[in-house]
């Protein structure tokens, strides 16, 4: 049964009807597209597609050709889904690097296609997925949101300094998923977010650690930027040599953001961004290997140290998740050096599709009111 959504003078007016809901879901990653057909919290369908190094680099970064690239990726999912999609209720997507905003579930408008096409914040895939979004959307004449961006800012004022007054700390990480695990550690607590403090890791391709304070993300480390390295990026680099290395005419402006975006990190220690293979090679003798992953370790371990000063000492857990969160390697290296702030829970893997499923219910539930982009 479909949902009606009215557009009155910049409020979202909703007529709320009883479901069952059929909701697509979108989250497209660097190296893949995902999909998710949901009937309420029933997966009817998951699929991804994998894109290989050389398949990208023909299509190119440039916004539109990867429009048109994964828009036919969604297409040819949704057909192999064979789920009539004839009572669509709404499509949900990741959104992107837009200006920042409070966390939430966003009515994807003209100004959210703007600003993702343009990259107010930068380009990242995440921006292609909005405008995917709303092409299946308005195919099936349904409402499209997205979901707790990238673009989540709830910094303190304090935690926005970086010492240049030109260069102040931005927020932008992992929220989608850190927010859906934060619910499920209140939950598996018997509690509520709101009642809890908690330092959140995000470890996957990216690596994104913040400080929940009463469910407010009051500091993050900025995943494209600072903190750790992770599989693909240099996270914080000393910053003069960095400077010397852009002016030494040896790299262009591109290749300088590559090194510290896409092939940083483990890529650019160990040719590498699987967590599985550094381990392999690390269990069979290879001490470099061995050293790099247990220095990533390392650095996470110092954030959550540094997270723990933005939550006063207060820490009720310590929460690792994503992709590399499924490595007891890593994992066990972290929790020996964290473990006098608090008791680390791990929750491998994320949840994305899902939280963004539960995003859309509670507004076509009526729980949330979608929020306006402006
Ligand atoms: N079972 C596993 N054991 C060890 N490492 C794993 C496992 N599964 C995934 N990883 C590692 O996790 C990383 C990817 O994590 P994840 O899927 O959360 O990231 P992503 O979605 O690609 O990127 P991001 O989370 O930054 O958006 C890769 O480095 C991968 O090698
Ligand atoms: C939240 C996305 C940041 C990244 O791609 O690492």
């Not at 949902?3 to 879901?25: D, S, T």
């Not at 300094?161 to 607590?189: C, M, Q, W, Y």
């Not at 996957?204 to 390295?229: C, H, M």
């Not at 890593?330 to 899902?354: C, D, H, K, N």
């Amino acid at each position: 049964m479909k949902v009606l959504g009215l557009h009155i003078n910049c409020e979202v007016w909703w007529v709320y009807r009883k479901g069952p809901f059929r909701i697509v879901a979108i989250n497209l990653g660097s190296t893949s597209t995902k999909i998710a057909i949901y009937e309420d919290e029933t997966p009817l369908y998951e699929g991804v597609k994998r894109h290989s190094y050389e398949e990208l680099a023909k299509v190119g970064q440039n916004i539109n050709e990867q429009h048109i690239f994964r828009y036919l990726h969604v297409r040819e999912l949704l057909t192999t889904s064979g789920v009539d999609l004839s009572n669509l209720s709404a499509v949900v997507a990741r959104g992107g690097l837009f200006k920042p905003v409070e966390g939430g579930v966003y009515l994807v408008n003209e100004r959210v296609l703007q600003d993702a096409i343009v990259g107010v914040q930068g380009n990242h895939i995440s921006n292609v997925a909005v405008l995917v979004a709303k092409d299946i959307a308005e195919r099936y004449g349904v409402p499209c949101f997205f979901v707790d961006p990238p673009c989540v800012d709830e910094l303190e004022p304090i935690a926005r300094f970086s010492g240049v007054p030109e260069l102040p700390r931005t927020s932008i990480f992992h929220a989608l998923n850190l927010r859906a695990v934060a619910r499920r550690v209140a939950k598996d607590k018997n509690t509520s977010v709101e009642y809890l403090n908690l330092i959140l890791a995000h470890l996957g391709g990216g690596i994104s650690v913040a400080a929940s304070r009463a469910g407010r993300f009051i500091d993050v480390t900025n995943a494209l930027e600072e903190g750790p390295f992770s599989p693909e990026r240099a996270g914080s680099v000393p910053v003069l040599k960095l400077v010397e290395l852009c002016y030494s005419g040896r790299f262009t402006k591109e290749e300088i953001k590559q090194r510290l975006v896409g092939k940083g990190g483990l890529v650019a220690y160990l040719g590498t961004n699987d967590i599985s293979e550094v381990e392999k090679r690390a269990l069979s003798g290879d001490g470099e290997a061995e050293l790099i992953l247990k220095a990533m370790a390392y650095q996470i371990a110092k954030e959550i140290g540094s997270m723990s000063c933005a939550l006063s000492g207060k820490v009720d857990y310590i929460v690792l998740t994503g992709g590399i969160a499924h490595s007891t390697l890593v994992t066990a290296s972290i929790i020996e050096r964290v473990q006098w702030i608090a008791e680390t829970l791990v929750y491998p893997g994320e949840e994305e599709l899902r939280a963004l499923v539960e995003g859309a219910l509670r507004v076509l539930r009526g729980e949330e009111t979608p929020k306006l982009y402006e």
